[in-house]
């Protein structure tokens, strides 16, 4: 399977007035396409750092950073804003959903950036929630939607560009334990489908849905191993 | 990012916000209201200045020989007013040397005019303007006889007590009569009233109704002006051309007649429409030199209250920045969507500026004698200029907007 991800060295430091902090210290990793990979690590581990720069949300202080065949740790903010729109779609703790937009239009947001026309748009929107069994809830806003609905929403509106990876940052951290199981699950079917999905994660049962667990500690790669689920 | 896409996306913000989004636009909405509704009510006094104060006072291509000006508006000086009254006045020999030398085609009337009161069995009516003039004074006027019929030039020359009243005048002092072959008192003498003129109207609420016109020959011509002489010599000529050259004409004639030298000026005056509407001309002048600055401030001031409105709602809803860069909106996404909510926003308090104005300038026509003309380039104004106040107050937030770190701006609360 070929290579969507490759991580070379990557570091990311922060300054802090007069003092250096080092977030990632040298990170070198490979994510193959269809993989569905745990990032996991306690807090100050550097998962957060992590899954920024993955999102292309940050860029790192050294290091390269292959996705899906170009290198985007030393691209201009409007070209990385192209590269989160075409290639990562985003998962959210909290949901971050438009609270004045309905499902629909909570969807067809990266469309509008991607500048697909109003017609192919809502075709397209609409199917990303059927998709995630949210057919029925197209003209619903965020605060008439349960926990698990909005996620899903935030799902849909992920898949809609058909990015090469999906990144989750704690998609069940907001969510009880039975709706959980409930994202767990569409993330699995995404997988099952081909889908490249990434989680950051500091749940080890949450992460044990994943086939492969990465665990940070200080900035650093402490273990990359498959999971028990990957193994069954 | 289309642009249409940008509008879409402001609407629906600001019509999820519409009292906040009401009052944000306020400045702007003043500053409109005041361009329309001020070019409206000038315009239309403009037109009711020309078309009912001088046309009505004097008369279209019609000019007056005077002594001196007898529409004064503003202050005049004592020399001036001195000047004026050592002129010589016109006199009969004045009007006929003048008419029978005119080579332009005109038609003439001697006028002479004052107050008086008008008595019928024991009514009274004060305060009416009685005119002495010629038979051609009806044509001039463009009176129209709705009773009876006008004098003619041989009731002139023979100077019959025949008289044309004014419709308030009629109504007032001869109630429920035919007025036509009644005869009336003016300083003790009879009057036979053989017409009454078709109702005028007012000019500033005053009623132009509450007239009498005789022959300027009449017994009674001492009661308004001295033997001989006259307060005006009216010329009435075709059109605008032909009234500047007899008006032209009679000035040679005049200084001729009255042997003044070159270096000399008049010691005679021209009343014309025109120069009836010098005063106002300045009045209004004025007005639209002010206008611009009063619209300046209150648009200046708009611009700033949009501008803290969005660099408030800039700060609300920096997660929704956040959002939108993380699911790929480049700068210029952030900034047009800022830049055109601001000046949807300011377009639409222009908008309903535009409507205000109309109201107000609506209510001055309603409430006043006063004419609104609604000027359409007063409303495009308005609104280019609301949109543009409107992006230049939305830039800077709109800037700020744009350079949020996705990172920080998705934390946010």
Known sequence: MSTIIRILDLAREYRMGDERIYALRGVTLDIRRNEYVAIMGPSGSGKSTMMNLLGCLDTPTAGEYWLNGEEVSRLSDDALARVRNREIGFVFQTFNLLPRATALQNVELPLVYAGVRARDRRDRAVAALERVGLGHRLEHRPNELSGGQRQRVAIARALVNQPSILLADEPTGNLDSVTSEEIMRVFADLHAAGQTVIMVTHESDIAAHAERAVVLRDGRVESDRLTRGAAA | ?413
């Open chain 2, 1 to 413: 990012m289309r642009p249409l896409e940008a509008v879409r996306m402001a609407l629906r913000t600001i019509r999820a916000q519409k009292l906040k989004s009401f009052f944000s636009l306020i400045g702007v909405l003043i500053g409109v209201t005041f361009l329309i509704a001020v070019v409206s009510i000038v315009q239309g006094m403009n037109r009711y200045m020309v078309e009912r104060f001088a046309n009505t006072l004097v008369g279209a291509n019609t000019f007056e020989l005077r002594q001196r000006p007898s529409i004064t508006t503003g202050e005049v000086s004592d020399s001036v007013e001195l000047e004026w009254r050592r002129r010589p006045r016109i006199s009969y020999a004045d009007a006929d040397y003048v008419r029978a030398r005119l080579t332009t085609p005109a038609t003439f009337a001697k006028f002479c005019e004052d107050r008086v009161s008008v008595h019928y069995e024991g009514k009274v009516a004060k305060d009416i303007f009685l005119a002495g003039t010629d038979a051609d004074y009806f044509a001039i006027r463009n009176y129209e006889i709705t009773a009876g019929r006008a004098f003619t030039e041989q009731e002139v020359q023979t100077a019959q007590p025949v008289l044309v009243i004014g419709s308030e005048l009629a109504e007032k002092l001869l109630p429920n009569v035919d007025p036509v072959g009644k005869t009336v008192q003016i300083g003790g003498l009879p009057y036979r009233v053989i017409g009454v003129v078709a109702k005028q109207g007012t000019l500033f609420g005053l009623s132009l109704d509450k007239f009498a016109v005789m022959p300027f020959s009449a017994q009674g011509r001492r009661l308004i002006c001295p033997i001989n002489i006259l307060d005006a010599l009216i010329v009435r000529t075709d059109n605008p051309t032909t009234m500047q050259r007899a008006m032209d004409e009679t000035e040679a004639l005049m200084r001729a007649r009255r042997g003044l030298k070159p270096w000399q000026p008049n010691n005679f005056h021209f009343e014309t429409a025109e120069g009836a509407l010098g005063t106002w001309k300045k009045i209004s002048r004025i007005l639209f030199l002010a206008l611009p600055g009063l619209v300046a401030i209150s648009l200046v001031v708009g611009g700033i209250v949009i501008m803290n409105i969005m660099l408030m709602a800039v700060s609300e809803r920096t997660r929704e920045i956040g959002i939108r860069k993380a699911l790929g909106a480049r700068r210029r996404d952030i900034l047009a969507q800022f830049v055109v909510e601001s000046a949807t926003l300011s377009g639409a308090g222009a908008l309903l500026g535009i409507g205000f104005g109309l109201g107000l300038a609506f209510v001055v026509k309603a409430v006043t004698p006063l004419p609104a003309a609604v000027a359409p380039w007063s409303m495009l104004v308005g609104v280019a200029l609301g949109v543009s106040v409107g992006i230049a107050a939305g830039v800077y937030p709109a800037t700020r907007a744009s350079r949020l770190d996705p990172i920080v701006a998705l934390r946010a609360e």
